[in-house]
């Protein structure tokens, strides 16, 4: 982006190694938002065929997942002060599922617990709940109202027209969940109280 750029030639003109970095860290969450942004709206294109044919099925191991996920953040995470816990319970890292799809609702719903969350920190962590397998993402962020809750799931539902990306996040995240005959719950209490998002997978 042109902040970036000035930036970044502001910090070889003065030789000064911080704002290059800055540069680097603007230019690599910019890059990483828009990737995302597109990746989303062709996912909502897809969708409904993938409905239509039988889905690639295999083994996904989870935690390698969320670790690539989380690496692709790590500067904006560094950038707010966050605290990352994962804790995902080896006996059911593997997951029965599309990887590209456990892919993009991973990295959905991580994203919407950083880009809301000023301080704190955010928690994954998985484990085997009767004949589910239970993955919640919580974090320690702005929260969601209750007449918000059921709409969040709606396509481009953005509360304010200047939060940042495509608004189909949590639309997207929904429809993968009900492709596998699983469930996703949002639990937030009231506005800054925080969000947990519970995402329930049938055990394979």
């Known amino acids: 982006t042109e902040m970036a750029f000035n930036i970044y030639r502001e910090g070889i003109k003065n030789r000064n190694m911080e704002q290059i970095e800055k540069a680097e860290r603007i230019a690599s969450n910019n890059l990483r938002k828009i ?3 597109m990746d989303n709206m062709l ?12 889905k690639k099925k295999t083994r996904v191991s989870l935690k390698p997942i969320i670790d690539e996920i989380v690496k692709d953040t790590k500067y904006i995470v560094k950038e707010k002060k966050l605290k990352l816990n994962i804790n995902i319970s080896q006996e059911i890292n593997k997951i029965l599922i599309d990887k590209t799809d456990i892919k993009t609702l991973m990295c959905n719903v991580i994203d919407n ?5 000023k301080r704190g920190g955010i928690t994954i962590k998985s484990r085997l709940k009767g004949k589910w397998i239970e993955i919640e993402v919580k974090d320690t962020g702005c929260g969601i109202a209750q007449e918000d809750k059921d709409r969040v799931f709606d396509k481009f539902y953005k509360k304010h027209a200047a939060v940042e990306g ?4 949590l639309s ?5 969940v ?3 005959k699983g469930k996703i719950e949002i639990i937030s ?6 969000t947990t998002v519970i995402i329930r ?3 394979a």
């Open 172 to 176: 997207i995240c929904k429809e993968i």
């Open 178 to 180: 009900q492709m596998y």
């Open 113 to 117: 617990a950083i880009k809301f969350t």
């Open 166 to 169: 495509s608004g189909l996040g």
């Open 189 to 194: 209490k009231a506005i800054d109280k925080g």
């Open 43 to 54: 996912e909502i294109f897809t969708l409904d065929m993938k409905k239509m044919i039988d």
């Open 201 to 203: 997978l049938p055990k």
């Open 35 to 37: 990737r995302k942004d």
